[in-house]
């Protein structure tokens, strides 16, 4: 019998190789900095929330400072991506005073600053060569109409006598909905809701969003909106859910065309500033509209 390492007894049969340990399975990631996103989420919300509750015209300001910041995010990606260059200072210009005009003056304030901003930005692009003059001009109105304008509706609620409980039923009803569609999606999601655009984003995450937001619309109409009943704020939740869900897609599919995961880096955990507008922009409007339909305009 021979001894030492390497060696083998005679007649036996060789040994295969031992196998490699197996790794632990991984687990299920966020995909993100959960302690950045929670902390910079936390921070943005008190300082909508005290604002809101503070001053009006300090919310006011607070919104045009947002947009502002994401025309800016929108507008640099589209020059560095695509080779579009929209006009930043007529867009941002118009963007406050659409903002502002809303809240003064309401829907008719909003569409005038609209039409001006929009004319702002054509003579303002014909200081440059004519060499893709429409292209630039129809991002420059898409950017007005995506960003400031939607932006607007937030203002109009404010502007009611109970504005800062409608906008912070607006503001918890859409953040309600993200956080169920995450919750519930990243612990049961298994079936794409559409795979082409966003292929994190599930069914069951959707049905999560529609059931926390439902749930959340019963108990802000019946307990925060004066004269508001409770089977209203499932009809609003439900309307939240989907132009949410909505809103997050249509900002994918814009991603996705620039060929970019965020739209920028200002908000650790979130991305930019458009990455946590895109659910609340056109969830505005829905919400306007439902709450002036139930209980008024104020």
Do not use: C
């Not at 020059?79 to 867009?91: C, D, F, H, M, N």
């Not at 509706?153 to 995450?182: E, K």
């Not at 609340?280 to 829905?286: E, G, K, R, S, Y």
């Amino acid at each position: 019998m021979e001894t030492g390492a390497g060696r083998k007894t005679p007649g036996m049969p060789p040994q295969p190789p031992a196998e490699p340990p197996q790794p632990a399975p991984a687990k299920k990631s966020a995909g993100r900095d959960l302690r950045a996103a929670i902390g910079v989420g936390v921070g943005l919300g008190a300082v909508l929330v005290v604002s809101l509750f503070f001053v009006k015209a300090v919310f006011v300001g607070v919104v045009a400072a947002a947009i502002t910041v994401g025309l800016w995010e929108i507008t640099s990606r589209f020059a560095e991506r695509k080779g579009i260059r929209v006009p930043l200072v007529p867009l941002a210009a118009g963007g406050v005073a659409m903002v502002v005009a809303a809240y003064v003056r309401g829907a008719d304030g909003a569409w005038v600053a609209m039409a001006l901003t929009a004319l702002a930005v054509m003579v303002w692009r014909m200081t440059q060569p004519p060499e893709n003059y429409l292209r630039d001009v129809t991002a420059g109105v898409f950017a007005a109409f995506y960003v400031p304008f939607l932006a607007t509706f937030v203002m109009m609620m404010l502007a009611a006598d109970d504005g800062p409980r409608r906008v912070l039923t607006f503001l918890l009803l859409t953040v309600v909905s993200d956080t169920g569609a995450y919750a519930i999606g990243w612990r049961f999601g298994r079936h794409p809701l559409a795979p082409r655009i966003s292929p994190g984003k599930t069914r069951e995450g959707l049905l999560g969003a529609i059931a926390f937001a439902t749930t959340a619309g019963a108990l802000l109409m019946q307990y925060v909106i004066d004269d508001g009943q409770w089977w209203q704020g499932l009809l609003l939740g439900l309307a939240a859910a989907v132009t949410a869900t909505l809103g997050d897609l249509g900002e994918s599919m814009i991603k996705r065309d620039l060929g970019i995961k965020d739209m920028g880096t200002l908000l650790p955990g979130h991305g930019g500033i458009m990455d946590r507008l895109d659910s609340l922009l056109p969830t505005a409007p829905v919400v306007w509209l439902l709450l002036a339909a139930f209980v008024g305009q104020g």
